[in-house]
């Protein structure tokens, strides 16, 4: 019974409820704090590129001749005549008179935005302008005139490791930009997901073309994407072939667009009426006797390493090269016999250190082993290449052999190297590339 | 690593000879155990290896090593203090304690990527921190042996860093990535007293 003057609720109860919601509080806050502490979190701290956009219009206006500047990140070479014309990548081309071997100097930059590829035809320059393709008058390297755009035509310019440009806008720059993220580990970085990002570097020559009566193409590399052929400008993309008619220099218009099944295709070597076309997978031979609709004729497939292309008449050169975006663990040459173009057949395999660019001149060959330098062989017997002479430099990618002077763009500049008498080849010039 | 491994089970075992003498509150303990990691990550193992010795106040110090799979593969090495209700066979205690994370990653986890292209990135780990808090409770201690079940939260740390190439639309170049590893998980232990 209940007395009077006795609380309605004994001090004992009171306390039991306010020790059970004191406890029920308590794992509640245990309970919040340790699902706070459960988080897994990754600090990641990492560089990037980020694109900084400009108009169609500010790019074209862009397009011009400037004083010479140093050069930092060379790409393809195109020889036209006694000029060197060298990408830099993305900004335009160094224009480069080496009509003196031992002293050449650098002309002129032109300012092209997004130009990775570049082919010359007469006074005319072809480069790509991101996604169009610029017509440049360089009578006077040092006062040139855009003479064309034609939009469009390089649409695969227009992304770039899954990156996709504002169609209305053309990225003119990267910008690199440190950053720090915190994230929840795991996401986007498992252990499944390749953590190695694919290199599309584009870095390569122009294409070796032939001269047609009148008017005189340059002479490239192994490595383009861009070549002459006659009066034919052909392009490839990772799996597509464009025809440009060049009949009328100044003025070069799209003709047709053929789908390369393969894929794959880095490079495109014309030669007399034939296009070799490199992929990761193996070279293909095109018949362009139909200048404007080439047909296939044959391949010969490898395993999936980068693969730079020269031929004449009889063999094809294929450098095979792993590392950076080049998968694999082939360095090799393989020579192969083209005299069936249907059916090419391979002769030998030479075992190289990290080969890139190579080069054909008569019975010399050229190539560019990576960091061993560059490898001057005697070739009149394929199947029995002689080492003539080893030019040391550092991390060689590039090189056109042409009249006695071998352009070789190696890590730290581009050498002239005179090869008048192939055993005795030494380096007559240099342009440092500057890395600042 | 080994090496140290079998020291300290050397260890344990002249601590756990020593106790099976006297009492079971001794000046030198000897504990050995399995604990289940839960954490963001999934669930994941761990075995440790502890020594402690008796302080005052019912407190008591310990150094441990142990073996964490917790996302990669580590060596937790330790101090830890712990603070018992009293002195009875049967008890509850607190614990609280921290050291060095060593990183002892795989084969596989020094070798990360591979993606559809069949290339390895190496890694460079580096070792940080390891914390660790709870409670626990003595259990079924008879000849001076006998269980301890813990529950508490744990947290490592750890760093790595590799090579990558970034891409700028039409070429790329070298970077490096350096990553900073947080990871708090809940731990259930189940150990034996040597």
Known sequence: MQQFGQPLCPDNIINRISMQISRFLLSIVAAMVLSSCLKDEVRQQYTFFRPVYKTRAEVRSEAKSTLPVAIAMPGKLFIKGSYVFLNEVDKGIHIIDFSQPSSPKNLAFL????????????????????????????????????????????????????????????????????????????????????????????????????????????????????????????????????VFNTSDPSNPAYVSTIGLAQGDIETIFPYRNRLFLGSQTGMFIYDAINKDNPRRMG?????????????????????????????GNLNQLDVIDISQLTSPKLVKTYSLKGPEGLSKDGSLLFICDGSDGLKIYDAAKPENLVLLKTIALSDTYDVIAWNR????????????????????????????ISKS | MPKLFLLLIAVCDFWGAGAQSTSRWEKLQGSVGLSLLNGQSGVSGRLGLEAGYELPSRFSAHLGVALDYYYLRTVPVFFEIQRAVSRQPQHFFAYAGGGMNLAWPTQEERNMGGGGWGIATPVAHRSGLFTQIGVGRTMGKQSGRGFVLRLGHSFKSFSETYAERIWNGSNSDEASRKNLYQLGMLECSLRYML
Not at chain 1, 154 to 176: C, K
Not at chain 1, 299 to 316: E, G, I, K, L, S
């Open chain 1, 405 to 432: 002077i071998a352009l070789t763009v190696a890590k730290d500049g581009i050498y002239f190297i005179d090869y008048s008498n192939p055993t005795q080849a030494f380096v007559a010039g240099k342009v440092v």
């Open chain 1, 111 to 242: 300012k092209i935005p997004g130009c990775v590829d570049m082919a010359v035809r007469g006074h005319f320059l072809y480069a790509d302008c991101y996604t169009d393709l610029v017509t440049i008058d360089i009578s006077d390297p040092r006062q040139v005139t855009v003479k064309k755009f034609i939009e469009g035509v390089f649409p695969h310019r227009r992304y770039s490791n899954g990156f996709v440009a504002d169609t209305n806008l053309v990225i003119t720059e990267w910008s690199r930009v440190d950053t720090v993220v915190r994230m929840k580990a795991g996401d986007g970085m498992s252990w499944n997901n390749p953590r190695v990002f694919m290199a599309g570097d584009l870095r390569s020559q122009g294409a070796m073309s032939s001269a047609s009566p009148g008017v005189a193409n340059g002479v490239g590399g192994s490595m383009a994407r861009f070549g002459l052929l006659d009066d034919r400008l052909y392009t490839v993309s990772w799996s597509d072939l464009k």
């Open chain 1, 299 to 327: 391949q010969f497939t490898h395993a999936r390493a980068c693969d730079p292309v020269v031929a004449d008449d009889t063999y094809a050169y294929v450098t095979l090269r792993s590392g950076n975006r080049c998968v």
